[in-house]
């Protein structure tokens, strides 16, 4: 579903590249996390693949970047904003002050569509259960908290169905338990529907217990690809800046030599096993 | 400084009533966390403690000050907030320029302002950064910036709106370190966070709200396993203490170096 080969890309006026020779493929339904520190390069992969870079970015492109069948350099926004969804990192840009209610606004994208109001109403109705906004769906999108605000810009682009969903931190403002309900809503949209889904996130133990493979980036490189256990407990993506769980982080120090370190409550509750009481 | 909110109730103009009778005392020099759902009024609540919102019922009193009866302006000299969103605080063309706008304003001499100005540059680790434009830094970056603003400004009370967001682990542990020193200073600390994991290793006490009002007020080790009322309010015990009661100890380790000393004693006694 997306094949991106020796991608290399400048923004505007700087020197250094953004993404560095970034080769990788991820097939349909699979729900990928992309994870490093700041500056990795992780928005910008994100553009990469909905097509803000290069098409409203500009900048320098080599490289190819293949979404949902689409050569995404190639192709104009309006035909890859049908088939992509981008779920910025900051919610408040993203709300269109063109509706009044959290309902009209999740409906809007869809309106644009030309779907039929019948299928409308039944993808509005998913995407606020999804992100647990039903009881809010007739309050203006301007009386919502700050994470609140970010459910609702969630809930727009699950609307829409995209046969692929690119999300830079979408739960960065949420409460612990709707971070957990969104990964758990993505797992299922991944499996289910068979949605492609390239999520970035810090919350690594979520990330651990949800996604299915972990990719890390670092200074624009790709450093990390693989299962979610071995990458994030990698000590040179610990040293690199990708972080650790609490878990990990006790285990390691722990000392206990041979045994796989944990990311996961439950992986961490096997390793101290014997700790039991 | 001592802080008083006194049965604080807030509704804004479309109707949501965000704050339902709260109250909430924080003594000079206290290092507070405030955890609980979206939703719950953390913001709101932040947003009285400097005085952009004035109470609908109830006040709020900073020291000797009734936020009712001061200026926005006049708060700023008290009480520092550091906004969720960095894009709502920043104006200026490059870093310095935000960062010195806030001590200028207090009318203090051009040296002390470069030095205050330096020395919060370098507290969140963007003196190189000094002469960049902040919309060319990234959101998380931006974010350290309206944290040097406000640092900047020597306030006695420092207020932080969800600093770790989409922050990595180095930016996570430095804020930790900030926040940290600020407490060591005797300065109050606030921070409104869903990172429980952070708040445990940095706040002696923790407030959580749900559905604008406070469900608990207490030493974070009480406040973090009480299960049922963090559930409550949306929010999970700190990793450390779910993995200690998943293993059936009593103790609540709040920090991995409290998790290991707990470890090291219970292999010993074995």
Redesign the interface.
């Known amino acids: 579903m997306i094949e991106i080969e020796n991608l290399t890309y400048r923004y505007p006026l700087t020197d250094a590249p953004a993404l560095q020779d970034i080769s990788l493929r991820v097939p349909r339904g699979q729900f990928c996390a992309l994870v490093?520190?700041?500056?990795a390069g992780k928005?910008t992969l994100c553009y990469a693949l909905s097509g803000y870079v290069p098409h409203f970015y500009r900048g320098e492109l080599s490289g190819t970047i293949r979404v949902a069948e689409a050569e995404v350099a190639h192709t104009d926004l309006p035909h890859l904003v049908s088939k992509i969804g981008l779920v910025f990192?900051?919610p408040?840009n993203q709300i269109s002050g063109a509706r009044f209610t959290v309902r009209e606004e999740v409906a809007f994208g869809l309106e644009n569509l030309g779907l039929p109001r019948e299928r409308i109403l039944e993808q509005v109705d998913e995407a606020l259960e999804l992100t647990g906004l039903t009881p809010l769906g007739a309050?203006?999108p301007?009386?919502?908290?700050?994470?609140?605000q970010q459910?609702l810009a969630l809930a727009s682009i699950i609307a829409m169905q995209p046969q692929v969903l690119v999300l830079d931190?979408p739960t960065?403002?949420?409460?612990?338990?709707?971070?957990?309900e969104v990964f758990a809503a993505l797992q299922r949209l991944s499996a289910a529907n068979e949605m492609t889904i390239v999520l970035v996130s810090?919350k690594l133990?979520w990330v651990a217990t949800f996604a299915e493979r972990v990719i890390a980036l670092a200074g624009g490189r790709l450093v990390g690809d693989g299962e979610p256990l071995d990458v994030l407990t990698d000590p040179a993506l610990v040293e690199a800046?990708?972080?650790?769980?609490?878990?990990s982080?006790?285990a390691r120090?722990?000392g206990d030599q041979g045994k796989p370190l944990p990311v996961t409550?439950a992986q961490?509750?096997e390793f101290?096993d014997a700790?039991?009481? | 400084m001592q802080i008083a909110v006194e049965q604080v109730s807030f509704s804004?103009p479309?109707g949501?009533e965000a704050l339902r009778g709260v109250s909430l005392t924080i003594e000079a020099g206290e290092a507070v966390a405030i955890v609980?759902?979206?939703?719950?009024g953390k913001?709101t609540l932040a947003r009285h403690l400097n005085g952009l919102l004035k109470p609908t019922s109830g006040r709020v009193l900073v020291g000797d000050w009734d936020t009712a009866e001061q200026s926005i302006a006049q708060m700023s000299r008290r009480v520092g907030l550091v906004f969720?969103?960095p894009?709502?605080q920043l104006f200026e063309r490059t870093v310095r320029a935000e960062v010195t706008f806030g001590p200028r304003n207090l009318g203090w001499q051009p040296a002390e302002v470069r030095e205050a100005v330096d020395e919060a540059l370098a507290r969140v680790g963007l003196s190189e950064a000094a002469d960049t434009h902040p919309y060319d830094l990234?959101?998380?970056?931006r974010k350290l910036v309206a944290l040097a603003a406000t640092l900047a400004m020597h306030t006695p009370v420092v207020l932080l709106d969800?600093p770790t967001?989409?922050?990595?682990?180095?930016?996570?542990e430095r804020i930790g370190t900030i926040v940290d020193r600020l407490h060591a200073e005797g300065r109050t600390v606030i921070a409104i966070s869903?990172d429980?994991?952070f708040c445990a290793e940095h706040f002696e006490r923790a407030v959580v709200m749900a559905e604008g009002r406070v469900l608990a007020d207490g030493p974070t080790r009480q406040v973090f396993t009480r299960g049922e009322v963090l559930?409550h309010?949306?929010?999970?015990a700190?990793?450390?203490i779910?993995?200690a009661t998943?293993?059936?100890?009593?103790a609540a380790p709040l920090t991995?170096e409290e998790?290991?000393a707990r470890?090291r004693e219970?292999?010993r006694s074995r």
Request: net charge negative; glycine share 12%; aromatic share 8%.
């Open positions: 490093g520190p700041n500056e928005s990192q900051n408040f309050r203006s301007y009386a919502l908290s700050g994470g609140q459910r931190e960065a403002q949420l409460d612990p338990v709707g971070t957990k810090h133990e800046g990708v972080g650790q769980t609490r878990y982080q006790a120090q722990a409550l961490a509750v101290f700790d039991r009481r | 804004y479309g949501v609980g759902e979206n939703g719950a913001t969720q969103n894009d709502d990234h959101l998380a970056q969800e967001t989409g922050q990595d682990a180095v930016s996570v869903h429980l994991d559930a309010a949306a929010v999970e700190p990793q450390l779910r993995l998943a293993l059936g100890w009593e991995v998790f290991l470890l219970l292999r």
